[in-house]
Nanobody, 122 residues
Framework: QVQFVESGGGLVQPGGSLRLSCEASGLTFYHYGIGWFRQAPGKEREGVACIESPLDRTYYPDSVKGRFTISRGNGGFIVYLQMDNLKSEDSAVYYC???????????????RGQGTQVAVSS
């Protein structure tokens, strides 16, 4: 059974920081991408960070490059997303996801968690 445990969302002022955590279990891929995508009301899904096993290559879209950093925890499917200099347009539900094979994440075929809300507002 595939399970995701996500944490770290919340409300933050513009320019602030948040750190998301995710641990997935029940998966046994060797080649895979793990990371986050986000979805705001009325908008398309957007992959915001991904790290690709086994070489740990990372992927970011231009919209978050230089502000978001993904890192891997010790063992298993554990990842963290450090989000700095947050902007109002970063507000969305953030989903941790695993893509069999490679990055990015965000496909409807990916395994994903329930999501955590990130709100950036003054």
């Amino acid at each position: 059974q595939v399970q995701f445990v996500e944490s770290g969302g919340g409300l933050v002022q513009p320019g602030g920081s948040l750190r998301l955590s995710c641990e997935a279990s029940g998966l046994t891929f060797y080649h895979y991408g793990i990371g986050w995508f986000r979805q705001a009301p009325g908008k398309e899904r957007e992959g915001v960070a991904c790290i690709e096993s086994p070489l740990d290559r990372t992927y970011y879209p231009d919209s978050v490059k230089g502000r978001f950093t993904i890192s891997r925890g010790n063992g298993g499917f554990i990842v963290y997303l450090q989000m700095d200099n947050l902007k109002s347009e970063d507000s969305a539900v953030y989903y941790c996801a695993v893509s069999p094979g490679s990055c990015p994440v965000g496909s409807y075929a990916d395994y994903r968690g329930q999501g955590t809300q990130v709100a950036v507002s003054s």
